[in-house]
């Protein structure tokens, strides 16, 4: 996936129809908008808009929306969801956080992604 080519939210890896309309709630209207967007401010914005608490798993797609037109590697989705659990308890996400079954952040990316794993 070529970010640079993207012109549509849904082109976007791990956005549908339903969080592209998502971000347009929250005023990204296009696939660079989120380039400098805060994900956690998104999300609150949207619950607000919307007038009820979200999916916190919006969360982890918005992260990684942003994430990936910054300019880091296509993850799922879920591979950010460890990060937002500890952020949101108050731990610090500088340091990658362990994961069930030993991984780490990092090597849970790479196991996810068939072309890093060796």
Not at 33 to 43: I, K
Not at 85 to 111: I, M, N, W, Y
Request: hydrophobic residues 25%; proline residues 8%; glycine residues 8%.
């Amino acid at each position: 996936m070529n970010r640079e080519r993207c012109t549509r939210l849904e082109e976007i890896p791990n956005i549908g129809p339903s969080l592209a309309e998502d971000l347009r709630l929250v005023g990204v209207s296009h696939p660079q908008d989120l380039v400098g967007r805060d994900p956690y401010s998104m999300y609150e914005e949207l619950c607000c808009k919307k007038g009820e608490r979200q999916d916190p798993c919006v969360i982890d797609v918005f992260i990684s929306a942003v994430r990936f037109m910054e300019g880091e590697p296509e993850w799922p989705w879920w591979a950010y969801t460890s990060e937002r659990k500890q952020r949101l308890s108050g731990g610090d996400v500088s340091e990658p956080t362990k994961r069930p079954g030993g991984r780490r952040d990092e090597e849970t990316k790479q196991a996810a992604d068939p072309d890093r794993r060796k």
